[in-house]
């Protein structure tokens, strides 16, 4: 199975700053890597799909970057909205695996 | 607007065999442009993918599983069930279906989920 190690597992910011979480693979994925957005109690949102393509509806101040084995997803400008799960899942090969997800919290 | 609903028992005991089933509206699972996956996640813990299928009814699972898990698509119900046996309390989690498309794909959407506990 491919390996993900997804940092930081807390981040504490504060509306209006810019935050990034990494997603790092145990081997290549090409661009086969998509970020979830979850809220408590609720199913997992999609944001971004081929590393950086942003789902329609998503914000625009969600950017997802990186290729291989090194993957971001930037928040540019937190929002209120915003503080929440995230999670990065490989689509490379099976079995798909998933990050062990960054809590967003506000400061 | 595509949904999934997830049903089943919220409670199953050790031993046991978990069963669940996916509700689609507004699309169709015979649709050959799609999979359909199950994912589950323990209480404040990550997402874990079980499998996925497709029409056809060709599945692939997570090897962690060990051949415990079984999915099955009926067509005419416009549905997807999820069997799993020989359950344990580390198999309590909330359980999700979502859609992919193609084999190899991100997941949208997503059903709300049903929590499944395990326990005598």
């Known amino acids: 199975a491919i390996w993900m190690t997804q940092s930081p597992s807390l981040l504490s910011a504060s509306t209006g700053d810019r935050v990034t979480i990494s997603c790092r693979m145990s081997q290549g994925i090409s661009s086969y890597l998509a970020w979830y957005q979850q809220k408590p109690g609720k199913a997992p949102e999609l944001l971004i799909y081929a590393a950086s393509t942003l789902q329609s509806g998503a914000p625009s101040r969600f950017t997802g970057s990186g290729s291989g084995t090194d993957f971001n997803l930037t928040i540019s400008s937190l929002q209120s909205e915003d503080f929440a799960t995230y999670y990065c899942q490989q689509y490379f090969r099976f079995p798909y695996t998933f990050g062990q997800g960054t809590k967003l919290e506000i400061k | 607007q595509l949904q999934l609903q997830e049903s089943g028992p919220g409670l199953v005991k050790p031993s046991e065999t978990l069963s669940l089933t996916c509700t689609v509206s507004?699309?169709?699972?015979?649709?050959?442009?799609?999979?359909w996956g199950w994912i589950r996640q323990p209480p404040g813990k990550g997402l874990e993918w079980i499998g996925s299928i497709f029409y056809s009814g060709s599945a692939y699972y997570n090897p962690s599983l060990k051949s415990r898990a079984t999915i099955s698509v009926d067509t005419s119900k416009n549905q997807v069930s999820l069997k799993l046996s020989s359950v344990t309390a580390a198999d309590t989690a909330v359980y999700h279906c979502?859609?992919?498309?193609?084999?190899?794909?991100?997941?949208?959407?997503w059903g709300q989920g049903t929590l499944v506990t395990v326990s005598s």
């Open positions: 507004g699309g169709s699972t015979s649709s050959s442009d799609y999979y």
């Open positions: 979502a859609r992919h498309q193609g084999v190899y794909n991100w997941f949208d959407p």
